[in-house]
């Protein structure tokens, strides 16, 4: 497996590969990776021949520095795990290789429409930092495929909309959210929690789950459901941050002419912030 520390060695190999008509796919990480990550290099082994998979702690994705000092750097561990996976590159560059001028000269890439709600309100210019940092791998490492997570689902609209918009010759596929035995979305953020946090954390889901049962089962009442699903938190441990029924085409509210649901639900455990959520197909009278 190679493992390349700086755009123009990757840019290199990419040309020879794309010389031997080679298709491409891209995982991008930030690390610490785990069965959610593998799941998305198997989706990627599946419809290319090469396999990259970056593995770089974004700054500019970052709303808090305590976050960011605090992010788990696990390169050495990973690129065992990917060698057995049998990826074929790892780029793992610097931030100084990613970001030469820092990043308050860095040019950035906003998707507007979904860059300032949602988690985007939540965490001011997480999304800059996601669709930057998406769009320069992309043009670095100009994948036919690249492969993401459907856990963060705001962030999978952004990056459709940031390929459609930039007219980016590459298939975005999406991978179903993988979760523990337990019912807890995978996540690098997960091993923050203390024991007696994680035996708690499935009951996030399994209340995500019971409102969503509700809502196929025909209740109307979005206000009364989100209320009840808020307080059944708070009286369990959590401190909800984040819960709404939206389109999941638009996420935007509802309509009579919305077919696809999403359920977003994010709230704090501790020091640890969890997301998730559930989307369906609504049933039209």
């Known amino acids: 497996m190679l493992i390349i520390k700086t755009p123009p060695t990757l840019r290199q190999k990419i040309k020879q590969w794309r010389q031997e008509h080679k298709r491409i796919a891209l995982i991008p990480t930030m690390g610490n990776l785990h069965e959610a990550h593998m799941a998305l290099i198997d989706a990627g082994r599946a419809l290319a021949d090469k396999i990259v998979v970056s593995v770089f702690v974004n700054p500019m994705q970052f709303d808090r520095p305590e ?9 050495r561990a990973d690129c065992e795990r990917l060698i057995r996976r049998g990826v074929d590159m790892v780029f793992a560059p610097a931030t100084s290789a990613v970001y030469p001028d820092g990043l308050s000269n860095q040019t950035v890439v906003d998707v507007l429409r979904f860059a300032n ?28 495929v690249a492969c993401f997570g459907e856990k963060d689902f705001q962030q999978l609209a952004l990056i459709h909309h940031l390929v459609r918009d930039m007219s980016y010759d590459i298939d975005i596929i ?49 206000n009364s459901l989100l209320t009840s699903a808020e307080k059944e938190l708070y009286q369990i ?14 996420l ?3 309509t009579a002419d919305s077919r696809r649901v999403v359920v977003l639900f994010t709230a704090w455990l501790g020091k640890v912030r969890l997301l998730d959520n559930a989307y369906f197909i609504r049933q039209m009278k």
């Open 67 to 75: 976050d960011l000092a605090a992010y788990p750097c696990t390169l």
């Open 117 to 144: 709600v949602l988690e985007g309100k939540s965490r001011p210019g997480h999304f800059r930092g996601v669709a930057t940092i998406v769009s320069k791998l992309f043009n670095l490492v100009q994948p036919d």
């Open 174 to 222: 999406s991978i179903p959210t993988m979760r523990d035995a337990d019912g807890l979305a995978l996540s690098s953020r997960n091993s923050y929690m203390s024991a007696e946090e994680r035996y708690r954390a499935p009951q996030f889901n399994q209340v995500l789950m019971r409102l969503v049962a509700q809502l196929r089962e025909g209740e109307h009442h979005i």
């Open 237 to 250: 441990g959590f401190r909800p941050d984040t819960l709404v029924i939206l389109d999941a085409r638009t």
């Open 252 to 254: 935007k509210p509802l």
